[in-house]
């Protein structure tokens, strides 16, 4: 069997597992969406958003890139966001990072990967506003992880400040973003305490307030 024959066989297989599950699915499924949540997470195959979420189709509106960076001149990441927030009237927004992330390894050891090295330097960034926190650390496994988690919640902060958010505040929209960091070892997700429901949630300085560690 040929790859691509493997696929269309698991499809089918699938899609009569839920339709006997449920004969509306498809049907209710096909007449429009309405998920609760907009998932801001990396692009690595382990970290896949619904099934982490234990949430079926439908329910997570999803924007994925190599170590979830959110940056303001990315116009997929914000066309994403403004359709989640202002067609969808999604009320949550999760940046996701995880631990063991190789996007934040290469960012961390400034190892040259090529292309991606330009947007890993954003993290890059991260590192050098937080690197007496992640310096005092002791050892390479423990700035590694702490460095995933400042990761998160600078771009949950970057997301706070983007006109899309703003905008949605501003005319009274409920709407709120919330940093979690996902461990591949035991599939757990853990908040690691931010979560902006308006302007004042949102720090003035770019790396300024504090995130506790997670547990762990």
């Not at 190599?66 to 940056?71: E, G, Y």
């Not at 989640?84 to 999604?90: E, F």
């Not at 991260?126 to 702490?146: I, T």
């Not at 460095?147 to 949605?168: D, P, S």
Request: with cysteine; proline share 6%.
């Amino acid at each position: 069997m040929t790859p691509m024959r493997d696929v269309l066989e698991r499809n089918r297989a699938w899609a009569q597992r839920m339709a006997d599950e449920d004969p509306n699915f498809f049907r209710e499924l096909a007449e429009a969406q309405h998920p609760c949540y907009l998932w801001i997470g990396c692009s690595d195959s382990r970290v896949p958003a619904n099934q982490i979420m234990g949430l079926p189709p439908g329910e997570v509106f999803v924007h994925r890139n190599v170590a979830n960076v959110v940056v303001h001149t990315d116009l997929n990441f914000l066309t994403v966001l403004q359709y989640a927030v202002d067609v969808l009237r999604i009320p949550r927004v999760i940046v996701c990072g995880h631990y063991g992330c190789g996007g934040v390894r290469a960012a961390w050891d400034h190892r040259p990967v090529g292309l991606a090295d330009n947007w890993l330097r954003h993290i890059e960034d991260v590192a050098a506003r937080h690197e007496a926190e992640l310096n005092a650390l002791p050892d390479e496994g423990a700035k590694l992880r702490r460095l995933c988690e400042l990761n998160v919640r600078e771009q949950a902060i970057n997301v706070c400040r983007t006109t899309v958010v703003q905008e949605a505040w501003r005319r009274g929209q409920t709407l709120s973003v919330h940093g979690l960091v996902y461990a591949l070892q035991d599939g757990l997700l853990t908040d690691l305490g931010y979560t902006a429901q308006g302007p004042e949630d949102v720090p003035k300085i770019p790396g300024a307030g504090a995130i506790a560690e997670a547990p762990a």
